[in-house]
């Protein structure tokens, strides 16, 4: 047969360096050595670092390779890392903040799959479980189901996947730590292929890391026809990749340029779309939101010295329509607390929200006047506070 092209998927199975190395793979550039007419070879992988890349040149012996590179970045994609004492409490809180949504939740062993499918199962949760222990009719049901929506969520290892391309995953939940980032990416990567916006959490815990050196270390005693040194160095890279896991499951960085950066792609040093930058973000607004408080109580201990002749604006009484509108503007601030899981002076303080209700701003320009508004709160939240005050003020007429 005149063969005009050769294929190679999963390419990075053929370097010690990728997540997934199966030695078969360095059996594919002897044969094409054999061929009377070297064909066109392809090759193609999802999750590859510059290391990967290099080792697919090398061993696949492609001739001046046309190097396509699409980018990793999915701005959709929210990744969070959760610390979890409890992971069960964890993960049914987070199912029912996203009750009726549809998500795959990863264990590390089929014997997680099967707990922590009963588990869910118990609580109310409509969830199937997927394993590659399973017979082949009730894998294929449960996917079929998860597929068809007839169950929202789906706990699986990482047998479950590939080719599944359904694009309505709203949240993808590691309930273990994978053994590398290029695995974690690319199970994450199966959330939001709509476009919309997606949530990639990870539960972190220690116990996770002994139990993927464990795994390492049966690969190293198995006899698999691989010679000893070739084993170990398969094994030196495995605990390497497991180093760069556990960082970005520990670090404090912008979780999104931590991944970025692993594959060799610019990364942002704030990306304002994963846990860490959310909480940097907390962090910042608190201390603003502490230095004005700081410089209220400077300003009412000056006008007391100065013989109190003007009135804090929390003494003055406010009106009876003063008073409605502060109302509104309390349960606005009670709503956008609930959805951001932030407290509610977060958001803007007492004597910030009575200010609002009596001088009544229509601009963001008249909002920054106010006591406790900064420029990061009035771009956040100025134009919902705007647009109350306003619909309190065209309903008095």
């Given amino acids: 047969a005149k063969i005009a092209q050769v294929v190679v998927d999963e390419a990075h199975c053929v370097s010690q360096w990728g997540q997934d190395f199966r030695p078969g793979y360095l059996q594919i550039a002897p044969f094409l050595r054999e061929l009377p007419r070297r064909p066109r070879l392809s090759a193609f992988t999802a999750t590859a670092t510059q290391a990967v890349r290099a080792d697919i040149v090398r061993l696949l012996e492609l001739q001046n390779p046309y190097d396509i590179l699409t980018g990793f970045d999915r701005p959709n994609l929210f990744f969070e890392v959760r610390r979890a004492k409890d992971r069960d409490a964890e993960l049914r809180r987070f199912l029912a903040e996203h009750r009726g949504q549809s998500g795959v939740v990863y264990c590390g062993t089929r014997k997680g799959v099967e707990e922590v499918t009963a588990m869910l199962n118990d609580c109310g949760v409509d969830a199937v479980g997927y394993h590659a222990g399973m017979a082949d009719e009730l894998r294929a049901k449960a996917q079929e189901d998860f597929v068809a929506d007839r169950a929202p969520v789906i706990v699986a290892t990482n047998a479950f996947g590939m080719g599944i391309d359904k694009p309505n995953v709203r949240f993808v939940i590691h309930y273990n730590m994978p053994k590398d980032l290029e695995s974690y990416y690319q199970e994450a990567g199966r959330a939001g292929r709509d476009g919309e916006p997606a949530r990639c959490t990870l539960l972190y815990s220690g116990t996770d890391v002994r139990t993927i050196r464990f795994f390492i270390e049966k690969e190293?005693?198995?006899?698999?026809?691989?010679?000893?040194?070739?084993?170990?160095?398969?094994?030196?890279?495995?605990?390497?990749?497991?180093?760069?896991?556990?960082?970005?499951?520990?670090?404090?960085?912008?979780?999104?340029?931590?991944?970025?950066?692993?594959?060799?792609?610019?990364?942002?040093?704030?990306?304002?779309?994963?846990?860490?930058?959310?909480?940097?973000?907390?962090?910042a607004e608190q201390v603003e939101q502490q230095a004005a408080q700081a410089r209220e109580r400077a300003a009412a201990s000056a006008r007391r010295l100065a013989g109190g002749h003007r009135r804090n604006a929390d003494d003055v009484p406010l009106s009876e329509a003063d008073e409605a509108l502060l109302g509104a503007l309390y349960a606005l601030r009670k709503r956008l607390a609930a959805k951001q899981k932030v407290p509610a002076y977060m958001i803007f303080n007492d004597a910030t929200l009575r200010e609002m209700a009596r001088k009544k701003p229509l601009s963001l320009d008249e909002l920054l006047n106010i006591t406790g508004v900064g420029e990061k709160k009035a771009a956040h939240y100025g134009r919902d506070f705007l647009r109350v005050i306003e619909e309190m003020v065209e309903s008095r007429g």
């Fill in 220 to 283: 190293m005693e198995a006899d698999n026809g691989l010679p000893a040194d070739v084993k170990a160095e398969a094994a030196r890279k495995a605990e390497e990749r497991l180093k760069y896991m556990t960082f970005y499951s520990t670090t404090p960085r912008c979780l999104r340029g931590f991944l970025l950066s692993y594959f060799g792609e610019a990364a942002p040093q704030k990306c304002g779309n994963c846990s860490n930058c959310l909480l940097a973000e907390q962090a």
